[in-house]
């Protein structure tokens, strides 16, 4: 399973947003992430929610919140709601019991797939959006 691209999209606007804080209209975001303005809103809407942006209707753009070395990419993947309510990976349903393997799939797998997802979820913490930033420019 992979990981929504509302995580790179909101990524993307956030950088675009404290790199050149007086041109991200919703229109110049979508040009740059080449996609439909209406999922630039949409994910707006997500950041907005979370306090990580403002935005101002019309042709007034959007603004961070917050410094760009305050907010980590951890903070950007909570707030566009990567992963499903259980978790990053989910195991697939009604393995053959009958089987050893389809039996413990399940139990032996899920503490790996925790680990995984808390180690990733760590390491997103440890980079801002102005450690990313430094690398465009």
């Known amino acids: 399973m992979q990981i929504s691209t509302r995580f790179s999209i909101a990524i993307h606007t956030l950088s675009l947003i404290a790199i050149s804080p007086t041109d991200c209209t919703g229109d110049f975001i979508a040009s740059s992430v080449n996609t439909n303005p209406v999922v630039i809103r949409r994910i707006m809407g997500m950041l907005k929610k979370t306090g990580l942006v403002d935005v101002r209707p019309g042709v007034g753009g959007a603004s961070l919140l917050k410094d760009p070395d305050q907010i980590t990419l951890l903070d950007v993947y909570r707030a566009v709601n990567v992963t499903e309510e259980k ?21 032996a797998l899920q503490a790996e797939l925790k680990d995984a997802q808390s180690a990733m979820e760590q390491r997103l913490g440890q980079t801002t959006l102005d450690q990313l930033t430094r690398k465009f420019i």
């Open 87 to 107: 978790g990053l990976f989910r195991i697939h349903e009604n393995p053959n019991i009958h089987c050893p393997v389809g039996r413990n799939i399940e139990q």
